[in-house]
């Protein structure tokens, strides 16, 4: 058996280290790092416990006052962030056009494998080229960021709002969603995040709510053809959809079980029914028109609805407005959205004391969710010995840990965009509205360890930050400071001892003890 194997063996099969008896300020910045951040940069953890952690934490949480000076010149190395939504739109259109004519002569030769029917090549490669762009972006704003606090709350929010990229037209009008809707109040109010994504053309048409209007309405004759024509932006002409015909559940059912009030909401079915209809005429404008948010007068449904207790009536786009308003300061959706707050900060099973003071600091704030996360990150539960190193890292909290913890320099290629999609979590690709998950049980057994395993080996192989040393029990010291803030398990110390004993060359030396402590289950958890 290969010696990483054997090594990958011996790791698996052990447990992570239980945290420490009491925190100190060092252990106390390596916590908050490897929560609030994508965890510690080589001396950082040192860095954070000089300067104070709570201060650390504030700077954090007011991100606009954070110097970044690094990222925006690594930005501009991605073509992606240079087109807005209306360029995007009409080179999408232009490939589909573009692809079907090629179909079309395809078939009349009879020739039915040439070129637009390879996913690589042909008029749609630009669009999965830019989604990969996109994707490595997320990876290198993760890694290099100074207001790591925007960036994990960014991945939390897309994942709470998720939207399937792999959708007709979400493949040009995600970019927007990501930059223009999610970013920018991923630390501001609840109402106006969820205002913003309601009106999110890409939401609109991931959740089929743009093809929702009241039955039996339809446009003003001039605009008929235009509305029905390739409305859905679909690739093929034999998928091209009708006209819409009458009301669409989809995005109501999901803005109440998943956006708001949580599955145990105290909603029915029929408040299903009545939210559709108050959604009725949200929708997108045309490609060639830019596909921005239109609300069509002639699609809305005008007659009264009730939704817990309250009367919509006649009242166009105001309707929803007023109903998300109402939506994001119910006391379900306070608990709902607080309590996968501390599963995502503090532990899968969120701790009661937790969501009640997250909740009270909504109900006191209307949803400031700075306001929210400082009650949580203030919480005794947060700090409690129990919480540290208690969580697992989604693959992407695990890749970009590694590359942070060991001074790697993401580089504008899709590499670690596609490793973390090896480890099963391929970036804006979960087709379910309810994002990837967060807990443990999802991602650990032995196949998805193994394979972090192979990764950790294959990252550790560009590590500068560790000096090469002769000595193995030196290097492992080192390591263990850099990468665990002193917390690595002894047993996990003697795996990479044996290991290393037969390995005389430095920098082989350097690279598989690096490798291992991060493929070994001390490094997985946060």
Same mark, same amino acid.
């Given at each position: 058996?290969?010696?990483?194997?054997?090594?990958? =063996?011996?790791?698996?099969?052990?447990?992570? #280290?239980?945290?420490?008896?009491? !925190?100190?300020?060092?252990?106390?910045?390596?916590?908050?790092?490897?929560? !609030?951040?994508?965890?510690?940069?080589?001396?950082?953890?040192?860095?954070?416990?000089?300067?104070?952690?709570?201060?650390?934490?504030?700077?954090?949480?007011?991100?606009?006052?954070?110097?970044?000076?690094?990222?925006?010149?690594?930005?501009?190395?991605?073509?992606?962030?240079?087109? /807005?939504?209306?360029?995007?739109?009409?080179?999408?259109?232009?490939?589909?056009?573009?692809?079907?004519?090629?179909?079309?002569?395809?078939?009349?030769?009879?020739?039915?494998?040439?070129?637009?029917?390879?996913?690589?090549?042909?008029?749609?490669?630009?669009?999965?080229?830019?989604?990969?762009?996109?994707?490595?972006?997320?990876?290198?704003?993760?890694?290099?960021?100074?207001?790591?606090?925007?960036?994990?709350?960014?991945?939390?929010?897309?994942?709470?709002?998720?939207?399937?990229?792999?959708? &007709?037209?979400?493949?040009?009008? +995600?970019?927007?969603?990501?930059?223009?809707?999610?970013? #920018?109040?991923?630390?501001?109010?609840?109402? /106006?995040?969820?205002?913003?994504?309601?009106?999110?053309?890409?939401?609109?048409?991931?959740?089929?709510?743009?093809?929702? @209007?009241?039955?039996?309405?339809?446009?003003?004759?001039?605009?008929?053809?235009?509305?029905?024509?390739?409305?859905?932006?679909?690739?093929?002409?034999?998928?091209?959809?009708?006209? %819409?015909?009458?009301?669409?559940?989809?995005?109501?059912?999901?803005?109440?079980?998943?956006?708001?009030?949580? @599955?145990?909401?105290?909603?029915?079915?029929?408040?299903?029914?009545? @939210?559709?209809?108050?959604?009725?005429?949200?929708?997108?404008?045309? #490609?060639?028109?830019?596909?921005?948010?239109?609300?069509?007068?002639?699609?809305?449904?005008?007659?009264?609805?009730?939704?817990? &207790? =309250?009367?919509?009536?006649?009242?166009?786009?105001?309707?929803?407005?007023?109903?998300?308003?109402?939506?994001?300061?119910?006391?379900?959706?306070?608990?709902?959205?607080?309590?996968?707050?501390?599963?995502?900060?503090?532990?899968?099973?969120? %701790?009661?004391?937790?969501?009640?003071?997250?909740?009270?600091?909504?109900?006191?704030?209307?949803?400031?969710?700075?306001?929210?996360?400082?009650?949580?990150?203030?919480?005794?539960?947060?700090?409690?010995?129990?919480?540290?190193?208690?969580?697992?890292?989604?693959?992407?909290?695990?890749?970009?840990?590694?590359?942070?913890?060991?001074?790697?320099?993401?580089?504008?290629?899709?590499?670690?965009?596609?490793?973390?999609?090896?480890?099963?979590?391929?970036?804006?690709?979960?087709?379910?509205?309810? &994002?990837?998950?967060?807990?443990?049980?999802?991602? @650990?057994?032995?196949?998805?360890? +193994?394979?972090?395993?192979?990764?950790?080996?294959?990252?550790?192989?560009?590590?500068?930050?560790?000096?090469?040393?002769?000595?193995?029990?030196?290097?492992?010291?080192?390591?263990?400071?850099?990468?665990?803030?002193?917390?690595?398990?002894?047993?996990?110390?003697?795996?990479?001892?044996?290991?290393?004993?037969?390995?005389?060359? #430095? !920098?082989?030396?350097?690279?598989?003890?690096?490798?291992?402590?991060?493929?070994?289950?001390?490094?997985?958890?946060?």
């Amino acid at each position: 058996m290969p010696l990483f194997l054997v090594a990958t =063996v011996a790791l698996l099969t052990a447990q992570a #280290p239980g945290p420490p008896p009491s !925190l100190t300020p060092r252990d106390s910045a390596f916590h908050a790092l490897n929560r !609030l951040a994508y965890g510690a940069r080589p001396g950082e953890a040192d860095s954070v416990a000089r300067f104070g952690v709570m201060k650390w934490i504030e700077r954090q949480l007011d991100a606009d006052h954070v110097p970044d000076p690094r990222l925006p010149e690594r930005e501009r190395q991605f073509k992606i962030l240079g087109y /807005d939504r209306a360029d995007l739109a009409g080179r999408y259109r232009n490939a589909v056009r573009e692809r079907q004519r090629m179909q079309r002569d395809a078939a009349a030769t009879g020739d039915s494998m040439r070129a637009p029917f390879d996913p690589g090549v042909g008029p749609m490669r630009e669009f999965r080229e830019l989604g990969g762009e996109l994707q490595q972006l997320a990876i290198v704003r993760a890694a290099l960021s100074e207001r790591q606090l925007r960036e994990v709350m960014v991945d939390f929010w897309t994942n709470h709002f998720n939207v399937f990229v792999g959708k &007709g037209a979400d493949r040009f009008l +995600l970019p927007s969603y990501i930059e223009e809707t999610i970013r #920018p109040r991923s630390l501001g109010r609840f109402e /106006d995040l969820l205002i913003a994504t309601a009106e999110s053309p890409a939401m609109l048409f991931y959740l089929d709510n743009a093809q929702s @209007v009241a039955p039996g309405s339809a446009p003003p004759p001039p605009r008929r053809a235009l509305f029905g024509r390739r409305f859905g932006m679909n690739e093929m002409p034999e998928e091209r959809r009708r006209r %819409p015909t009458g009301i669409n559940e989809n995005y109501a059912r999901e803005l109440l079980e998943l956006h708001t009030l949580g @599955v145990d909401g105290g909603y029915t079915q029929q408040d299903i029914i009545e @939210v559709a209809r108050i959604f009725t005429g949200w929708s997108i404008e045309p #490609p060639e028109r830019g596909a921005g948010f239109v609300f069509r007068d002639w699609a809305h449904d005008r007659g009264t609805k009730h939704v817990f &207790g =309250v009367t919509f009536q006649d009242d166009g786009k105001g309707e929803g407005i007023r109903l998300l308003k109402l939506l994001a300061n119910q006391h379900a959706t306070m608990h709902h959205v607080s309590a996968k707050l501390c599963a995502r900060f503090v532990a899968d099973e969120p %701790p009661d004391g937790c969501v009640d003071a997250a909740v009270a600091a909504w109900q006191k704030t209307r949803g400031d969710i700075r306001a929210v996360l400082r009650a949580i990150f203030t919480s005794p539960d947060f700090w409690s010995t129990q919480a540290v190193r208690s969580k697992v890292k989604t693959p992407l909290e695990f890749v970009v840990s590694a590359v942070r913890a060991i001074g790697v320099e993401p580089d504008s290629t899709p590499r670690l965009a596609q490793l973390v999609a090896r480890l099963g979590e391929p970036l804006y690709q979960q087709p379910a509205p309810t &994002g990837y998950a967060e807990s443990e049980a999802h991602w @650990v057994n032995s196949g998805a360890l +193994l394979a972090r395993m192979n990764a950790a080996i294959a990252l550790a192989q560009d590590c500068a930050s560790i000096p090469a040393i002769d000595d193995h029990a030196q290097l492992v010291d080192v390591v263990d400071h850099q990468l665990f803030a002193g917390t690595m398990s002894a047993h996990t110390k003697s795996v990479i001892l044996a290991q290393l004993s037969d390995v005389t060359d #430095p !920098l082989q030396a350097r690279a598989l003890a690096v490798g291992l402590a991060l493929g070994g289950p001390d490094f997985q958890k946060q």
